[in-house]
């Protein structure tokens, strides 16, 4: 890959309290990654292409923890209901039809056309129980040039009989769908997906332990989002400590490989811990969980306990695919809770925000989300001129309107690794 430089306003949070701000420098990629960061190009990168983005800013891509693609097509339906009725009267219907491949082509590529345009470049996915329809959904994020990991759903239990595999079937498919997918896919690739533990079996988790550890895979749950699924676990499996240790007895918390658990709204101290232990990511939902009347987590005293954590918009109990709108989101409802429920945690400020949905999330993928050097060149160039203000603002006010007012259409360019994707 050849050697280049972006020339703009960087912005970028090596630490949840510190933005760095660079006006009018150059960020420099070599072989994918970024070189550094220079008021003047050196050197030794004489010649070298540059695009100057005049005075736009350019700050890394954004990591989504947490969305189901094949809820993209009924964002914004269902959205008075809490989670077990949501999950009975909207989710489970929508999903059942992606076992139609035609359905699931039409309706994947929606969702892959919008991410594609979004502000984010890395992304945990959930698709449904089919392995062919999974298959499918990773074909096209392929070609998007994004880098995602994406999990056939695992289910054998307390399912609807329409949505509900044999734990054999469930079994079978996931390692048919790891095969083809390890061989298929260089930017997508596969990671276990147990829906949540009340819809699988202990024979199911058990095996899927195994499975990590044969292929060496991530994993990605639900965790302790809604108090009526809370107490469904804690009747299902009346032996565990906690929501985390159901998981944790299979070896799918964290001990296995990589792992990614969205919500922990209701997380007790010692499941707080064990995620800190095992260091488990959280996946901080914070619209999905207004939507869902679930409750707000306290994601400040994560970040202050030094938990791994990122956002996760959590389509379709989140509506937006926005990485920006996800962090004026987790900002706003730290303000809540904080005024509401525990004035000890101080609200999130919009750097720890910008750096849980770049650095923080990011982290899940390796060296992704910050310009320091060695970091993957994942970047966005960003263009504000359609928010006028009345005179001259410093480039972090700017990005504070472009999290807040922003859309897609100011993103003027995107890399994923170096590679240009959008622009
Ligand atoms: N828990 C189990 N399945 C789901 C889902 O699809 N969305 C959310 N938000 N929580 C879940
Ligand atoms: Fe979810």
Known sequence: MKTFAVKGNLLYTPSPSR??????HFLVCENGRVAGT?????EKYAGIDVVDCGNGLIVPGLADLHLHAPQYAFRGLGMDRELLDWLREYTFPEEARYADLAYAEKAYRLFADDLKKSATTRACIFATIHTDAT??????LEETGLVAAV????MDVNSPDYYCESTAVSLSGTERWIMQSRAEFRNVFPILTPRFAPACSAKLMAALGDLQQKHALPLQSHLSESPAEVAWVKSLFPDCRFYGDVYDRFGLFGSNGPTVMAHCVYSSADEVELIGKRGVFIAHCPQSNVNLSSGIAPAKAYLESGLRMGLGSDIAGGFSLSGFRGISDAIQVSKLRFRLQDDSQRPLSLTEAFYLATKGGGAFFGKVGSFEAGYEFDALVLDDRSLPATGELAPEDRLSRLVYLGDDR??????VSGKKILG
């Open 135 to 140: 298959l499918l959904l990773m074909r096209m």
């Open 19 to 24: 933005m760095v701000c660079l006006p009018r």
């Open 151 to 154: 999990g056939k759903v695992n």
């Open 38 to 42: 220079f008021p003047a190009l050196p």
């Open 410 to 415: 100011c993103i003027r360019r995107k890399y």
